[in-house]
């Protein structure tokens, strides 16, 4: 099976691909596409266990975080708007990983609110530090680059947050008849 978590590869532009961290990563689970799961056991995604793509569905109320990240990904695309795929990204990321990257979260913050209302110093120097005192510029390639190398990492960080977190709890998993 190819592909990976929740089409990765349209999110992020090709030539950023390697400076991501996506092209070389094995992703571990794979979301569905999205849609409506109301009348379904659980979530269904597909997980790499046992050297084998395994089908299976998450019951929502044993995986409510998982289940979450796993929605929001699954309607991101390549024609979402490059602050609305941050954005989302970085909600499924605060979903499911504990310990998160302050960079990552810095450039969210920039992304909602005024650069004059970021108070927080280590969310104002990450933004400095990486982007110069007037913060990320999309239309500047270093900061295309940057902006984009922190997507693939948080995928790649939701990926691993979610195989960890599946096999955990593996015995609440209803795995799909074929």
């Known amino acids: 099976m190819t592909g990976s978590l929740c089409g990765a590869s349209d999110i992020i532009p090709m030539k950023f691909h390697k400076h991501s961290g ?50 929001i990904l699954s309607v991101l695309d390549g024609e979402c708007e490059r602050e609305g795929r941050y954005i989302r990204v970085h909600a499924a990321y605060e979903a499911v990983v504990s310990e998160r990257e302050i960079d990552y979260s810095a450039i969210r913050h920039f992304l909602v609110h005024p650069v004059a209302r970021l108070t927080r110093p280590s969310v104002r120097d990450s933004l400095i530090n990486r982007f110069g005192p007037r913060g990320l510029d999309i239309r500047q390639y270093y900061h295309q680059k940057e902006f984009y190398r922190c997507i693939g990492q948080m995928l790649i960080a939701i990926d691993d947050a979610l195989y960890r977190n599946i096999i955990s709890g593996w015995n609440n998993v209803i795995i799909k008849s074929t």
């Open 22 to 71: 996506i092209r070389d990563h094995q992703f571990m689970v794979k979301n569905a596409s999205y849609k409506k799961y109301y009348d379904m056991p659980g979530w269904p995604c597909t997980i790499l266990k046992d050297l084998e793509w395994v089908e299976i569905y998450l019951p929502y109320n044993q995986f409510p975080n998982e289940v979450e990240a796993l929605a």
